[in-house]
């Protein structure tokens, strides 16, 4: 009975302490291998001791199994501005006047997001925590003491963040990337990167366009580091050196875009105005556009919004905001031009060209109330009933019910 009881303590023992503090790799390496000598010892003591133990020893794997997954599961909390939230969202976060918006994480790490910016947290728990970069520039410190692998996915490339400072640029419409680490370490994967990816260290840049072009430089005022001018190995010929990347001079900033920048938006479209508010609609880059766009609806100049967002539609159809500009245009013939029919009109496009997308359900609930406020009540109703059809537990339901109730 002593020899038993002594064997059962053993087994506690030695699962105990390889569960440890929780489920890092090297502690699942360990906790397999004393699964393995538990269920290995007993053979040399007889049939009897092979049937206790294997039961430890099959107690011992659920334990951890239960463990695992617990842990796995178990949410982060986290807060947009003031807004507590937790677990898997789809809630987008985009910021509207200010120019950044803080998303805090209980284990101490903080992602700022930029003005024109779309993203959300598509996954966080103890173990993982999953950021989608839609569009714009992202900010992020990771608190490198937590277990937490950090997945941040920017259009066809994802980065993979263990502990570090660092930022995240995507514009779409070029397939532009840029990663720039100030400090700790990431993995960059994705089209133009081989299988394998890049590392980059304190002080690396990485800018990628459509695929093709790949440059790491250092930050001009950084530490080079030991990856300073590396490029994925084999580096295709085409793909420029360190030394031509970071050669060429930048043109100066115009004073909008600086502005913009900053969250300065009136005094933005002030300069804008100065350089020609139509030229620049017809002639600005998308990414650029895009962003005098924002400024312009900031600023609240419906207006010039209307003309910026309609100019966009009109130049890059093809590009994966202009759907998203069509509902903006809603939004801006709403709010900003108290023109309900026009704003109407707004949403039903985006509705047709993106029946399905991201804003769907929102364009949809704003139809609805654009056309109750047109004076439209057929098509209101008509719309409420399509809503409460499509999504009956929306955040809109109870204007859809409240509407058909009368």
């Given at each position: 009975?002593?020899?038993e009881?002594h064997d059962?303590d053993?087994?506690?023992r030695t699962?105990?302490?390889r569960l440890?503090?929780?489920p890092?790799t090297?502690?699942?390496?360990g906790q397999?291998e ?8 007993p053979?040399r003591?007889?049939?009897g ?9 099959s107690l ?14 178990e949410?982060?909390?986290f ?6 939230r937790a677990g898997?969202t789809?809630?987008?976060i985009?910021p509207?006047?200010a120019?950044t ?6 284990d101490?790490?903080r992602v ?7 993203v959300r947290?598509?996954?966080a728990t103890?173990d ?6 839609d ?6 410190s990771?608190?490198?003491?937590r277990?937490a ?8 490339y994802?980065?993979l963040?263990?502990g ?13 990337l ?6 700790g370490?990431?993995r ?9 990816g890049?590392?980059?260290?304190q ?11 790949v440059a ?7 530490d ?9 190995d084999?580096q ?5 050196d360190?030394?031509t990347?970071?050669?060429?001079a930048?043109?100066?900033v115009?004073a909008w ?10 005094q933005?479209?002030a300069?804008a105005?100065?350089l020609?508010f139509?030229?620049l ?19 609240k ?7 910026a967002?309609?100019a ?12 998203t500009?069509?509902?903006l245009l809603?939004?801006?013939?709403m ?5 309900p ?7 039903e496009?985006y509705?047709?060209e ?14 609805m109330?654009?056309?109750?406020k ?5 098509r209101?109703r ?7 059809s499509?999504?009956?537990?929306g955040i809109?339901?109870p204007v ?7």
């Amino acid at each position: 009975m002593r020899d038993e009881t002594h064997d059962w303590d053993a087994v506690g023992r030695t699962v105990a302490e390889r569960l440890g503090e929780g489920p890092s790799t090297e502690r699942h390496a360990g906790q397999r291998e004393a699964v393995a000598m538990l269920v290995a010892r007993p053979a040399r003591r007889g049939p009897g001791r092979i049937v206790a133990c294997a039961v430890a020893a099959s107690l011992a794997v659920a334990c951890v199994a239960g463990y695992l997954v617990m842990s796995r599961d178990e949410p982060l909390g986290f807060w947009v501005g003031e807004e507590r939230r937790a677990g898997v969202t789809g809630a987008w976060i985009e910021p509207a006047g200010a120019w950044t918006e803080p998303v805090r994480f209980e284990d101490g790490s903080r992602v700022d997001v930029h003005a024109g910016t779309l993203v959300r947290v598509t996954d966080a728990t103890r173990d993982e925590v999953n950021v989608l970069l839609d569009h714009g520039r992202i900010t992020a410190s990771v608190n490198p003491g937590r277990r937490a692998s950090w997945h941040i996915a920017a259009g066809p490339y994802r980065v993979l963040v263990t502990g570090t400072r660092l930022s995240v640029s995507w514009e779409p419409e070029v397939e532009g990337l840029q990663v720039t680490v100030t400090k700790g370490e990431v993995r960059v994967t994705g089209p133009g990167l081989d299988g394998k990816g890049t590392t980059l260290v304190q002080g690396d840049l990485l800018r990628m366009s459509s695929g093709a072009e790949v440059a790491v430089v250092p930050e001009p005022d950084g530490d080079p580091g030991p990856a300073a001018a590396k490029a994925p190995d084999p580096q295709p010929a085409s793909l420029p050196d360190a030394k031509t990347a970071a050669a060429p001079a930048a043109d100066p900033v115009p004073a909008w875009r600086r502005l913009a920048t900053e969250g300065k938006h009136e005094q933005a479209v002030a300069e804008a105005e100065k350089l020609g508010f139509d030229k620049l609609a017809r002639t600005l880059g998308p990414v650029d556009l895009w962003d005098l766009a924002t400024s312009a609806r900031f600023a609240k100049k419906g207006k010039l919004a209307v003309k910026a967002l309609t100019a966009y539609r009109e130049r890059f159809p093809g590009s994966s905001r202009s759907d998203t500009a069509a509902f903006l245009l809603g939004r801006v013939e709403m709010e900003l031009e108290d023109a309900p029919a026009e704003a109407a009109k707004w949403f039903e496009t985006y509705l047709a060209e993106s029946p399905n997308g991201q804003l769907a359900e929102e364009a949809m609930g704003r139809l609805m109330d654009a056309q109750k406020k047109a004076g439209n009540d057929a098509r209101a109703r008509a719309t409420a009933k399509a809503y409460l059809s499509k999504y009956p537990g929306g955040i809109f339901a109870p204007v859809a019910e409240s509407m058909l109730s009368k």
